[in-house]
């Protein structure tokens, strides 16, 4: 028998792998769905990619790569039998079969025992080979087996290196030289002190000065300013101000080259008024906590709506999703996100054509993980209701215990959080910072297909007014969601609010207990007043002066989405440094009428002012080499190659980088962002001509020689030898930078358009303005009637919307705490609270965080 199973494994043996360090094993979760060892059909691990895969997802791998070698895993989970001593160690077959598999949290380890199996599968025969086998198999595959079975699962293995490596404490921590210069930093309005970034800054801890670090391809990143301060000082260590939070802050070292340890982190934040130690905070059952929680506890009773017997449901939209520790805030976005039809249809009613295309590790593309999770909540096979014998027994037991279980989002996390400093962590997050990196990656993968985020997105027109020359501008930008101020001033009940302050301070003067705190209670209406109301802006350079000046801007909706997104602000720092969140209640409205917000555009009686940028203010050791070529504008070809390695266009990335005023990658970034929907977003950089008294000639030296963007044709001639249309070729390289490798994966990912007889013009622009148009072109909703519809993808209507959803958060800051969603399904608000899924008795709509509107239809 041992020859012949040495004889059948002989033609798959070269396809058989040892797991090497740093592979990761998927033993614990299908990558296409959540079936797992204990699921009916068990897992399946493939034994050269790791990768793990439920009964209806195997054969689909096997069709795909041609693997046929499987490792089985399947647990038996079985109630103890009667009598059984309490607290026995589980009983195991196979010994250490699963040694590292963790045991499922949803069963009681002393009512319940584990019976684990392996074996290997060999397809398409599905021929089974029972493990351990030792003698009857060659060595190489009992060696591949033994360390399969106890390589730990991918993602146990990868929680404790969320920090990617061990950080050690920075010699320079100790005796860090802090200078007496009296810099004081304020809790926001930062920006770095030599240009104008606003956007990963650091503190140097020696004279507190706030400079921008490098560029990253994360989307972080600056002009260096830091590290040139370093050189000058060599004041060796920084802080990352955005990052300081009660667990420490990210620390580098310049001197080291490296991310370091601050043991003195707080003392030397305070030296700059910073105070962390009043920012402590433990963890209970999974949830931040506050230590002083008793000004919360009723906020955490609302919301979650303790005290009521409220009843869970199961089936199709019903299905929860587990915490996995502070990661209530992805829970909660996704959720909602798949109550929307748009992303129900996108990732869900896609599903196999999304599979069928996955990438070969189908763990690591965000449209497949997508799908998954999509599938999960909407499909009911992961919430189903407990069979009546179980009931009785229950009952008969008198221990009835709630049997929703929920879906793990691991594999989506892991995904949506890599390279992200913060999601990346086991810290509690901000859902709405969550919620628009969501939106983000979808934009970015659906490059050339429908984009369900589209939903979301509507034009804003800002008016801007130079206040002394009355001169106006109006620009329009693209936005997600509306964020509205919440007016202490505007409280109805002030008087309260006053005397409670009063009462607060005498206690603490005197020191006595506080009293009960109050609840601010604030008119939607003042919120949306205060949004609409004028405001400064700072740094303000009117085109009409030529000079800084006083200027105030005013938003209005050019256009109205289809779905609106509306946060509260509820969140500020106080000027120790200490986050808090404002304890307030705003009647948020079920129906809210936004049409007299619509923008108006120039009126006739207004003077619009002068269409010129602001000097570009250049380092000073550069201005006088400058000079020397005022009339040919250099550009960054750096930063160029930066933002082109990122995937985008050459030409659009010099065009980012000179508009700019050559001030970084980062700035280029966000033009970027800004300006991609527009038709001529690829086209060749058009330099304008000096300004001049005199008339300008189209001879002008300014005119540059646009750079060829056309593809080499030697990558054209091997895409094409493979069969793929020349055109689609051609998009494929331009949208990868003419990788080749990433054009391939690129067209499989984008299949050709069956309409896309008008792209065959289109050899040098990119490709996916035009198929957005199309997508949108079969919409219900009525575009502007003064907009080009080549313009940002929009979905306009009128601005009428009714209350479906909102993400309520509790706690004292975005650091902290736990939230909960309610979405209105059928007729009926219903609470998801992590795996838990029932009906809302009473929906707390005045204590919400994030609000999520769909529109009326016109009638």
Not at 95 to 104: M, T, Y
Not at 425 to 448: C, F, K, P, T
């Amino acid at each position: 028998m041992a020859a012949d199973l040495g004889e059948l494994l002989v033609p798959y043996m070269p396809t058989i792998r040892v797991p090497r360090t740093g592979d990761r094993v998927f033993k614990s979760e299908c990558a296409f769905s959540f079936d797992s060892p204990e699921s009916e059909g068990g897992l399946y691990v493939c034994m050269n990619t790791f990768l793990g895969f439920g009964r209806e997802h195997v054969e689909r791998h096997y069709r795909k790569t041609g693997q046929s070698v499987y490792m089985h895993l399947k647990r038996h989970v079985k109630e103890k039998a009667t009598g059984a001593a309490g607290g026995a160690i589980p009983r195991r077959r196979n010994g250490k079969v699963f040694l590292d598999l963790e045991l499922n949290r949803d069963f009681n380890g002393e009512d319940y025992e584990y019976e684990d199996e392996a074996k290997l599968v060999i397809f398409p025969d599905h021929f089974e080979i029972p493990l351990p086998n030792i003698e009857e198999l060659p060595a190489l595959v009992t060696i591949a087996c033994d360390a399969v079975l106890n390589a730990p699962s991918a993602y146990k293995k990868q929680e404790p290196e969320s920090w990617e490596e061990e950080i050690q404490v920075s010699r320079h921590a100790r005796s860090l030289r802090q200078l007496d210069n009296g810099v004081r930093i304020p809790p926001s309005g930062w920006k770095c002190q030599k240009c104008e970034m606003r956007e990963n800054l650091w503190l140097n801890l020696t004279d507190g000065a706030v400079l921008c670090g490098k560029w990253f391809f994360d989307g972080s990143g600056g002009n260096g300013h830091a590290l040139d301060h370093y050189r000058e000082t060599n004041y060796p260590l920084a802080v990352k101000l955005d990052t300081i939070t009660p667990d420490g802050a990210d620390v580098y070292s310049f001197e080291e080259e490296e991310a370091v340890l601050d043991p003195h982190i707080s003392e030397h934040l305070s030296h700059f008024g910073i105070d962390m130690l009043q920012m402590q905070k433990r963890t209970e059952n999974g949830h931040h906590t506050d230590n002083n929680a008793r000004p919360r506890v009723s906020e955490w009773e609302v919301i979650q709506e303790s005290g009521m017997k409220l009843k869970a449901v199961y089936g199709s939209g019903y299905t929860g999703i587990k915490n996995l520790g502070n990661s209530c805030y992805l829970g909660t976005v996704m959720q909602v996100l798949f109550s929307i039809p748009d992303f129900q249809r996108m990732y869900v009613g896609n599903l196999q054509r999304i599979y069928d295309y996955s990438p070969l590790d189908p763990t690591q593309d965000f449209a497949t993980q997508m799908a998954k999770l999509g599938h999960g909540l909407l499909s009911g096979q992961y919430s189903k209701p407990p069979m009546k014998s179980e009931l009785i027994e229950q009952v008969m037991k008198e221990e009835y215990k709630h049997q929703q279980k929920g879906i793990s989002p691991r594999m989506l996390k892991a995904l949506v959080s890599r390279g992200h400093p913060e999601f990346s962590s086991n810290r509690q997050q901000d859902a709405q910072d969550l919620l628009l990196h969501i939106i983000n990656l979808v934009e970015r993968n659906s490059a050339g297909s429908e984009n369900p985020s589209d939903v979301f997105r509507f034009l804003v027109e800002e008016r801007v007014q130079c206040c002394q020359t009355r001169r106006v501008r109006y620009t329009q930008r693209v936005d997600y969601c509306i964020q509205l101020p919440a007016p202490i001033e505007a409280a109805t009940n002030r008087e309260e609010l006053l005397a409670y302050e009063a009462k607060r301070k005498d206690a603490e003067e005197n020191m006595r207990a506080p009293p009960q705190p109050v609840r601010a209670r604030i008119p939607f209406t003042a919120c949306l007043q205060a949004f609409t109301e004028p405001e400064n802006v700072p740094d303000f350079w009117s085109s009409a002066l030529q000079a800084k000046s006083a200027g105030v801007k005013t938003s209005r909706f050019a256009s109205f989405p289809e779905y609106l997104l509306v946060q509260i602000k509820k969140f500020t720092f106080g000027v120790d440094w200490v986050p808090k969140k404002l304890d307030l209640a705003i009647d948020v409205p079920d129906f809210l009428d936004l049409n007299r917000l619509r923008a108006t555009g120039l009126q006739a009686s207004e003077e619009e002012l002068p269409d010129l940028m602001p000097p570009i203010v250049l380092p000073e050791d550069t201005r006088d080499n400058s000079m020397s070529s005022i009339d040919s504008p250099e550009i960054d070809e750096a930063a160029v190659m930066q933002l082109a390695e990122m995937g985008f266009p050459l030409e659009a990335c010099r065009k980012a980088v000179y508009y700019t005023g050559n001030m970084g990658p980062e700035m280029a970034f966000n033009w970027i962002i800004a300006h991609m929907e527009e038709p001529d977003f690829a086209e060749p950089l058009t330099l304008p001509s000096m300004i001049d008294p005199g008339p300008s000639t189209s001879d002008s030296p300014m005119g540059a020689t646009p750079l060829a963007n056309s593809p080499p044709e030697e990558s054209i001639a091997i895409l094409t030898s493979m069969g793929f249309p020349r055109n689609h070729s051609i998009q494929a390289l331009k949208a990868t930078n003419n990788n080749l490798e990433r054009a391939l994966d690129w067209i499989f990912t984008h299949p050709e358009e069956e309409e896309s007889d008008a792209l065959s013009d289109m050899a040098d622009t990119e490709p996916n303005d035009n198929t957005f148009s199309n997508a949108n072109s079969h919409s219900d909703s009525t575009l502007s009637p003064d907009r080009d519809t080549s313009g940002p993808r929009v979905k306009d209507g009128p601005g009428r919307y009714e209350l479906f959803a909102f993400i309520s958060h509790m706690g004292a800051s975005t650091m902290s705490g736990h939230y909960v969603c309610h979405i209105k399904k059928e007729g009926r608000w219903v609470i998801y609270n992590d795996h838990k899924v029932c009906l809302s008795e009473r929906p707390p709509k005045d204590l919400g965080y994030i609000y999520f509107y769909h529109r009326l239809s016109s009638s």
